[in-house]
């Protein structure tokens, strides 16, 4: 199953919150367009910090503290790009406007998007509470309701292979995402193939999937 937004489904997506006059809809607007800049696990993007992001504003690395990352081994560092820095730039405005009308508890570290426990207390929005946020703008835009925060990552993967003139674009892919081993980042190039038999299908008019026009020949071929 494709579990990552095509070009026209991430611009679908975005402007579904964009485009709505509402402080929490541009938040997320913001955040969701950071994921797919970055690829960022959302367990790793939640524990961000507003100080970590002023520090990557300044430096032109965004690094994740490695006991957030997953593995906990290394800590992972994002290239601010232009397009970056600006949903940056924004998610730390809103931050910091909401801060200034809280009363921060001794030690809190202020997040870089606020959300609320059960109890109403202000804090770093929750995983579970992305995932609702991300569901209702795909909802919204007409996409799959299945979508997760981690289809953002995926998303990230698949526009360095499309977009790279490099020529290796998996090996991009690969230290931009910052997996451990090329294996990882082979998925996708299975995407790509993916996406090639969809466009193929619809230039030809095929009805058929590639996998069961296999089982189909093979199953005749054994008869």
Known sequence: MKRYL?????RQLLLSAKRTADPLAQRDYHWMAALI??????QEWSRLTSAQVRLALHNGWLVSLKEHCKGKRHANDYLVTHPLRQHLQALLALSDELAAHLELSDGQMQPLVWGR??????????VRSYEARLKQWA?????????SPHWLRHTRGMNIMRRSRGKDALRVAKLALNHQSLRS???YTQMSREEYENEIRIVDGGRVPRRFARAIALSQGAA
Request: charged share 20%; aromatic share 0%.
């Open 185 to 187: 980042t082979g998925i």
């Open 6 to 10: 095509t070009e026209t489904e991430q």
């Open 37 to 42: 800049l970055t690829g960022m696990r959302i």
């Open 117 to 126: 426990d059960r109890n109403g207390v202000a804090g770093a929005l929750s």
């Open 139 to 147: 909802t919204a835009a007409g996409l799959d309701g299945r979508i």
